[in-house]
């Protein structure tokens, strides 16, 4: 998709099992398997703890009039794909949405996310 080396940021583009989403904004992603957390004693540092972590995709959608707010909820085992301007393509593959997805009518967007195993960064 980048076909100017310097371009590292602005237009992205999103699909949901081949359909494609008007991206509003606030697109983000982790690739992230493990979390961890520091611990801590009152001598000294001890290490870390470490636990599984969930990939995922986020982002705003503009909600246009075909979009169903009740299929987005119901989403399960979705491959999601996005392309960023820096050449990047980012896909989930057995995604869920979580959260609740709220269509806000002042600027009609809806904030969505997915989780999954899985999130690739190519």
């Known amino acids: 998709m980048s076909n100017t080396p310097n371009r590292l940021a602005g237009t992205a583009y999103l699909s949901v099992d081949g359909n494609s989403y008007m991206l509003a904004g606030d697109f983000e992603y982790s690739p992230s398997v493990v979390s961890r957390e ?10 870390f703890s470490e636990k599984p972590q969930a990939g995922h995709i986020s982002g705003t959608l503009r909600d246009s009039g075909g979009l169903s707010v009740a299929s987005l909820n119901a989403m399960d085992n979705v491959t999601v794909v996005a392309e960023l301007a820096n ?3 980012i896909v989930g593959r057995n995604m869920w949405t979580v959260e609740t997805q709220t269509a806000k009518a002042t600027d009609g967007t809806i904030e969505v996310k997915w989780e999954g195993l899985a999130v690739t960064e190519q």
């Open 38 to 47: 520091t611990l801590t004693g009152m001598d000294t540092v001890h290490g």
């Open 87 to 89: 050449g990047k393509t």
